[in-house]
């Protein structure tokens, strides 16, 4: 069947994964390893991502969980967020090319992303998500992949049927949730990812 919607995750496929320099630059403000940094991050990261935390809060705990609460101030958290959103923020330019070049034939666009309020309001304000007929960020929806719902709502939003759209994802557990509801999808990982994106899109693009 052909593809009338594609589903774009942002972190891994429109971007590239999270910048290992500007996670050891947050390690370094708070003068922490960064192995201890990162499991401090990741431990609220979901909840924080399913927007249960605000920014704020999300920070506050990972100071707690380094026990560096002292350190705590407007300007050290709003440097860290700076840090963290650069982190995320080196783009797959071939992919967001590849990506209106689709739209541009007529087929409808998402963005679907596991995401914070910080990076979304970065995305928008600079009008990284102009091209996208439906934008979905977990923290705005108040749940996360790989949960069913939020692959429905896309849809919904997209006015698709599962087997109408493409789904680009570089988690697997994501991948397996949105194929078991019917969506054709790609596991977008390792050096010829791109290549397969473009290859499945071929009928609807341009060489």
Not at 9 to 16: A, Q, R
Not at 33 to 54: I, K, L, M, T
Not at 95 to 100: E, N, P, Q, R, S
Request: net charge negative; with cysteine; glycine share 4%.
């Amino acid at each position: 069947m052909s593809i009338e919607a594609l589903i774009l995750d942002y972190g891994g496929v429109l971007s590239f994964p999270q910048s290992h320099d500007r996670v050891a630059a947050m390690a370094k403000l708070l003068g922490s390893p960064v192995d201890e940094f990162e499991r401090a991050y990741h431990e609220y990261r979901d909840e924080y991502d399913a927007g249960v935390y605000a920014p704020v809060e999300y920070w506050e705990r990972v100071l707690a969980r380094l026990a560096r609460e002292h350190l705590a101030s407007p300007s050290l958290t709003a440097a860290l967020i700076e840090e963290d959103i650069a982190s995320w923020s080196d783009f797959r330019e071939n992919v967001w090319a590849l990506a209106k070049e689709f739209h541009a034939k007529g087929a409808r666009l998402a963005f679907l992303s596991n995401n914070v309020p910080p990076l979304m309001e970065r995305l928008r304000d600079r009008g990284r998500l102009a091209p996208f007929d439906v934008v979905m960020a977990s923290c705005e929806l108040g749940f996360c992949k790989p949960d069913p719902r939020i692959y429905r709502v896309c849809l919904e939003a997209l006015r698709v049927r599962p087997t109408e759209a493409l789904l680009v994802d570089d988690t697997p557990v994501n991948v397996d949730a949105a194929s078991a509801l019917g969506i054709e999808s790609l596991l977008f990982e390792g050096d010829d990812a791109f290549e397969r994106l473009r290859w499945r899109l071929a009928p609807h693009v341009p060489d």
